[in-house]
């Protein structure tokens, strides 16, 4: 289904490649009123949600992407709460960017071209590069020019075209849009239509497969926010849920441009000078759709919360060590906003909460333990009760 595209905001209508609304928000896809987001189709992964789609399953691994597991982890809580992990560090490149982009990677292979794009050194390159190579298209990765050795690397093993790119890298988010013509190819950056209409498939399998009372998501760019509320408005539309559960959103203290505004008030995002966090997945100073995401917090009656890096630290070895799964402290913050949230009472402990876990830890370096414990082979039997020695 090709679809069209419409402001949120005032209702606009266009058609793709235009990504942005002459009022200056960004569009998303919209269907017929009587497409059925809930219906379960045919197919496997993301595209037996059932939801329409502007691009038709692809072959390979990206033809998979999605249907990921969901299971309770209410140990993860300092106190008592009842805690859903939707788990989308299981997506191949072991986060959920893979959903936007087997979408955006599809609309180009029905086009016939032979090249995507995107502006990220972080998941969402790698997701890229990846899916580029399952479907045989020229990936064009630009990087700024003092990416981390490491970080390149973990992308440039999928054979990705690397750019390394001097100067202001937050105006090649709206540059490189500018490109396509010459590259003959798409870009799909972080709140590209493309990417929300995958994406959204995120919230259509969290209503299949459980009742929440509130999602908790981390947000930076604000283009997955924007696309669970898109799938929730789908999913309320058809009738399929009743009420909207509360979408709240974290960021880290260090860089809330979305919280601050938040906090104050304000219906506009406006950018912020940040700090460093170790949550760098989600350091967006400028969040190109950060006003719509409070507009999704506004309709679902939600909230932003921010967090400090020792609360992220924390909620991500208590993910680790009482639910055995490693996840990026971008993700973590859901964790530690989820619980400053039960604190303030936003949140009751009686409530049924979804925490999506966005990003795989799995790929950064650790220095845990801090101690290793060493004990001889001699003395580990004396250590081990029940253990007997010959
Ligand atoms: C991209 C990303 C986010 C933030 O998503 P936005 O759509 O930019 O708001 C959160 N967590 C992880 C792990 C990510 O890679
Ligand atoms: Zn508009």
Request: net charge negative; hydrophobic share 40%; charged share 20%.
């Amino acid at each position: 289904m090709a679809g069209t595209l419409e402001c949120y905001s005032c209702g606009t209508r266009e058609t793709f490649p235009t990504r942005r609304c002459s009022c200056g928000e960004p569009l998303w896809f919209v269907y017929p009123d009587s497409t059925d987001p809930g219906a379960p189709g045919a197919g496997v992964g993301m595209w037996a949600s059932g939801a329409p789609l502007p691009a038709s399953r692809p072959g390979g691994f990206p033809g998979a992407v999605g249907n990921t597991p969901m299971y309770r982890a209410d140990g993860v809580v300092n106190g008592t709460g009842s805690v859903l992990i939707k788990d989308e560090t299981v997506n191949p490149t072991g986060s959920f960017k893979d959903r936007g982009t087997a979408v955006g990677a599809a609309w180009a292979v029905d086009r016939g071209m032979e090249r995507i794009g995107t502006v990220s050194h972080g998941n969402m390159a790698r997701s890229i590069a990846a899916t580029g190579a399952a479907l045989a298209l020229e990936a064009v990765v630009l990087v700024p020019a003092d990416i981390p050795q490491d970080r390149l690397g973990h992308i440039g093993v999928y054979g990705p075209t690397l750019v390394r790119v001097d100067g202001d890298y937050g105006s090649l988010y709206e540059q490189s849009y500018g490109l396509e013509s010459t590259i003959e190819g798409l870009f799909v950056n972080s709140d590209d239509p493309l990417r929300i209409a995958g994406q959204k498939t995120i919230a259509v399998e969290i209503m299949a497969q459980s009742d929440p009372d509130a999602i908790v998501l981390p947000v930076s760019s604000g283009g997955n926010a924007s696309a669970v509320w898109k799938g929730l408005r789908e999913l309320r539309r058809a009738d399929r849920i009743e009420t909207f559960p509360r979408l709240y959103l974290v960021q880290a203290a260090a860089c809330s441009p979305i919280a601050d505004a938040y906090r104050a008030g304000r219906s506009r995002v406006d950018p912020v000078d940040p700090d460093e966090t170790v949550a760098y997945s989600i350091a967006n100073a400028d969040p190109p759709s950060g006003t719509r995401a409070l507009a999704a917090v506004e309709a679902t009656d939600g909230a932003v919360v921010s967090v400090a890096d020792d609360e992220i630290v924390d909620a991500q070895r208590r993910l680790s060590r009482r639910a055995g799964r490693r996840v990026e402290p971008a993700s973590s913050t859901t964790l530690a906003g989820l619980e400053s949230l039960l604190r303030s009472g936003d949140v009751d402990r009686d409530e049924t909460v979804v925490l999506v876990m966005t990003g795989t830890g799995l790929l950064a370096s650790t220095t845990e333990p801090a101690e290793p414990s060493a004990v001889s082979l001699d003395s580990l039997p004396a250590r081990l009760p029940g253990f007997v020695a010959d």
